[in-house]
């Protein structure tokens, strides 16, 4: 048997020596105008492509189905996109207006946890600039329902089941619309003793085997596939930039205030969280401080390389959030990002990269606290922070480190 002798053949082998091509293409925007001349963030640019190249068929094929729904893991230690927090779990399915879901497993105890039903794609999009296209596949639709873990009725033990979808139920239900399309989920942690959720999907009346995939089916995506990665590539931070959460805030090292109203603030409210983002950029000898007020809100910080993708926060100190950090007498609490250690307890480090992205996420409200920002040089650090500013020693950074890396193992089971 040879090439030629099926009749799927040639469609089949255009479409893969399309997705290559797009793959090659793909590639080359490693070396975009927004993508910084640094050997560790070029370096970084093609990491990143390759994490998602290993999702790509996940998300188009295997997961696809809705009528055999899957747990995707969308993002993890090797895993980074669309400005993806450090200290979130992201898990996706894909569903159907038309068919009823269950949803059964252990709660945890991440402190935030959201269940949101996604809607329709519109062409334009709907948060920052009507005339503008949409974020690629799968983000960019309209979130239509959601439940948060204040709200989601579990058994003492933790074990809950979530009904999505289907006929009204008095507690655990989501609603799901004809154009229903996903079921998005963060799980979002401040210690690290907390432990993540585990449950399983299933659809209600699933009794037969899946189909096995046809000729159709991946050239289908091998299409979704190849449009997938051209927009990880494209979108990220071009789109921030253009007209998202960074748009008008070209000034690194100044952190920028949130852009939601209207319509657009309504339906991120469903996400559960309010996201604003700051660029910096660093000379080798440079140190940022980055302070604000301790009011009680749970908030999360991230540092990000240059395509909008979380650093290496299994094993580098990339990510806080409030039961992590050190809080100074006067009520503020004070980062240091910085190339190297500087000592600090509250460390951002920046992977040695010389620019990139900070976000904060303030969780359960719409009130982002005022932040302030200073750059100085490594040798002035000491004398502008606080005499108070609690202080580590080599062996205390290297406990710090140990905790974060076994914790993030067990949040992933890895």
Not at 369 to 392: G, Q
Request: proline letters at 7%.
């Amino acid at each position: 048997m040879a090439f030629g002798d099926c009749e799927d053949d040639e469609a089949l082998r255009a479409a893969w020596h399309e997705f290559c091509d797009r793959l090659k293409a793909a590639g080359d925007l490693a070396f975009k105008n927004t993508s910084p001349a640094d050997a560790l963030e070029r370096a970084d640019a093609f990491r990143y492509l390759t994490q998602n190249l290993g999702q790509a068929y996940e998300l188009a094929l295997e997961t696809k189905d809705t009528r055999y729904p899957m747990i995707h893991p969308f993002c993890g230690p090797s895993r980074k996109l669309g400005g993806d927090n450090a200290d979130f779990v992201y898990l996706q399915a894909w569903i159907d207006g038309a068919s009823a879901y269950r949803i059964a497993g252990d709660r945890g105890t991440a402190r935030f946890i959201n269940f949101t039903v996604q809607g329709p794609r519109p062409e334009k999009d709907v948060y920052y600039g009507a005339d503008h296209p949409n974020l690629h596949e799968p983000f960019g639709d309209t979130p239509e329902a959601n439940i948060t873990g204040d709200d989601l009725a579990t058994e003492p033990d933790g074990n809950f089941v979530l009904y999505v979808g289907g006929v009204w139920r008095e507690r655990n239900w989501l609603p799901t619309t004809p154009g229903s399309r996903k079921l998005f989920i963060r799980q979002g942690f401040d210690t690290w003793a907390e432990r993540s959720a585990q449950f399983s999907i299933e659809r209600i009346d699933m009794n037969e085997p899946r189909p096995v995939p046809t000729p159709q089916d991946l050239i289908a995506s091998m299409q979704w596939a190849g449009d997938f990665l051209t927009g990880t590539m494209t979108d990220w931070p071009d789109r921030e930039l253009e007209i998202g959460s960074l748009f008008g805030e070209p000034q690194p090292n100044v952190f920028p205030g949130a852009r939601f109203t209207g319509t657009a603030e309504q339906r991120d409210a469903r996400r559960g969280r309010l996201i604003v983002t700051m660029p910096w950029r660093l000379e080798p000898d440079e140190a940022l401080i980055f302070e604000f007020a301790d009011d009680g809100e749970f908030w999360m910080l991230t540092n990000m390389g240059a395509f909008w993708n979380s650093m290496d926060y299994l094993y580098r100190p990339v990510s806080h959030t409030p039961s992590r950090s050190a809080i100074d007498s006067d009520g503020r609490v004070r980062m240091v990002m910085a190339h190297n250690d500087p000592g600090v307890h509250n460390w951002i480090d920046t992977q040695s990269f010389s620019e990139g992205y900070l976000t904060m996420r303030v969780i359960g409200s719409r009130q982002l606290p005022a932040v302030s920002t200073t750059v100085v040089t490594r040798a002035e650090l000491d004398t502008v922070l606080p005499a108070t500013t609690r202080r580590v020693t080599p062996e205390e950074r290297a406990a710090q480190l140990h905790a974060r890396f076994d914790a993030i193992r067990r949040r992933y089971k890895i």
